[in-house]
């Protein structure tokens, strides 16, 4: 069995080769990411834009093409941008006239996080933040959600290129979406140090915001993986996040970590940043392991 998978975001596509051997044993490799900013200017106007859906549509094209030659089948699902898109249904279609029949669904937000979940931290033992383009995730212990609100959208809403403009903007809408007791009166019990506290090891974070805010931490300017996690402390990412507003965008889009989310990652950050204050938690520790590898898991599952 070989299969391409292609994760469908508001920020990007981001694909995943599987192959499976005559004795069922599963090999990952390759992720992939291409920038295609599908949701942009869908909070104005809630719709794809027609050249976002077109540069998308030929990036899956051009790649299941050159897989199919050499004997892939390809996947696909979308999350918050089709999800929330009047035309999000219309546009999977497309997608399928590309790769196939029944090969590409819309994810809800509950399936979203339960990938991401499965793809991350399958024991199920961990709170897992997952800040993408369009919505943010939080997997409980007991429970899966997802609001609205992601890198993408934030800068939508808070159009701003300076750290304090877009707290002072994001900080009351954040506030408003996750609302008070969401957060800070839903806590699950085993998670819990104290009445307000979630415990620290507690929280995993996945999505591209996370995993490069972790590099940025190390001070890295360039993606390199790695196996386990990577902690990022609150007060290293506001300290993170201060530097980045100092160096105003063109610097900034000068950085190779940051060429295809040089606009978007102070407003990823905050958000981040917002999340950890509201959950009492000082760090998060961020893994390359996500909801493209929990759907994976899911149609090796399926399909073998």
């Given at each position: 069995?070989?299969?391409?998978?292609?994760?469908?975001?508001?920020?990007?596509?981001?694909?995943?080769?599987?192959?499976?051997?005559?004795?069922?044993?599963?090999?990952?490799?390759?992720?992939?990411?291409?920038?295609?900013?599908?949701?942009?200017?869908?909070?104005?106007?809630?719709?794809?834009?027609?050249?976002?859906?077109?540069?998308?549509?030929?990036?899956?094209?051009?790649?299941?093409?050159?897989?199919?030659?050499?004997?892939?089948?390809?996947?696909?699902?979308?999350?918050?941008?089709?999800?929330?898109?009047?035309?999000?249904?219309?546009?999977?279609?497309?997608?399928?006239?590309?790769?196939?029949?029944?090969?590409?669904?819309?994810?809800?937000?509950?399936?979203?996080?339960?990938?991401?979940?499965?793809?991350?931290?399958?024991?199920?033992?961990?709170?897992?933040?997952?800040?993408?383009?369009?919505?943010?995730?939080?997997?409980?212990?007991?429970?899966?959600?997802?609001?609205?609100?992601?890198?993408?959208?934030?800068?939508?809403?808070?159009?701003?290129?300076?750290?304090?403009?877009?707290?002072?903007?994001?900080?009351?809408i954040l506030s408003g979406i996750f609302g008070p007791a969401d957060l800070d009166e839903r806590h699950?019990?085993?998670?819990?140090?104290?009445?307000?506290?979630?415990?620290?090891?507690?929280?995993?974070?996945?999505?591209?915001?996370?995993?490069?805010?972790?590099?940025?931490?190390?001070?890295?300017?360039?993606?390199?993986?790695?196996?386990?996690?990577?902690?990022?402390?609150?007060?290293?990412?506001?300290?993170?996040?201060?530097?980045?507003?100092?160096?105003?965008?063109?610097?900034?889009?000068?950085?190779?970590?940051?060429?295809?989310?040089?606009?978007?990652?102070?407003?990823?950050?905050?958000?981040?940043?917002?999340?950890?204050?509201?959950?009492?938690?000082?760090?998060?520790?961020?893994?390359?392991?996500?909801?493209?590898?929990?759907?994976?898991?899911?149609?090796?599952?399926?399909?073998?």
């Amino acid at each position: 069995m070989k299969l391409l998978i292609f994760d469908i975001g508001s920020n990007s596509i981001r694909t995943l080769r599987v192959t499976q051997d005559a004795e069922f044993e599963s090999q990952f490799s390759g992720k992939r990411v291409y920038t295609t900013r599908l949701s942009e200017g869908l909070a104005e106007s809630g719709a794809l834009s027609q050249a976002r859906m077109l540069q998308s549509l030929l990036v899956i094209r051009s790649l299941h093409s050159e897989h199919a030659a050499q004997g892939f089948s390809s996947f696909a699902y979308a999350t918050s941008a089709v999800r929330d898109a009047k035309n999000g249904r219309a546009f999977i279609r497309s997608v399928e006239e590309i790769i196939g029949s029944g090969h590409a669904r819309i994810l809800s937000g509950a399936e979203e996080a339960e990938f991401a979940q499965h793809g991350a931290d399958p024991e199920g033992g961990r709170i897992i933040v997952d800040i993408g383009g369009g919505s943010t995730q939080i997997v409980r212990p007991h429970s899966r959600e997802s609001w609205p609100i992601g890198c993408v959208r934030a800068k939508d809403l808070a159009p701003f290129d300076q750290l304090p403009m877009i707290i002072d903007a994001l900080y009351p809408i954040l506030s408003g979406i996750f609302g008070p007791a969401d957060l800070d009166e839903r806590h699950d019990k085993p998670a819990i140090q104290s009445e307000h506290q979630i415990a620290p090891e507690a929280m995993l974070g996945v999505g591209g915001t996370i995993t490069t805010l972790a590099l940025l931490c190390e001070g890295k300017d360039s993606f390199i993986p790695w196996q386990g996690t990577k902690r990022i402390e609150l007060f290293a990412l506001r300290a993170v996040l201060n530097v980045l507003d100092g160096m105003g965008d063109s610097e900034r889009a000068s950085i190779p970590l940051l060429k295809d989310r040089h606009d978007v990652i102070l407003h990823g950050g905050v958000i981040l940043q917002f999340l950890l204050e509201r959950l009492h938690c000082p760090r998060v520790d961020a893994t390359l392991s996500d909801g493209l590898d929990g759907y994976a898991l899911h149609l090796i599952k399926t399909l073998s």
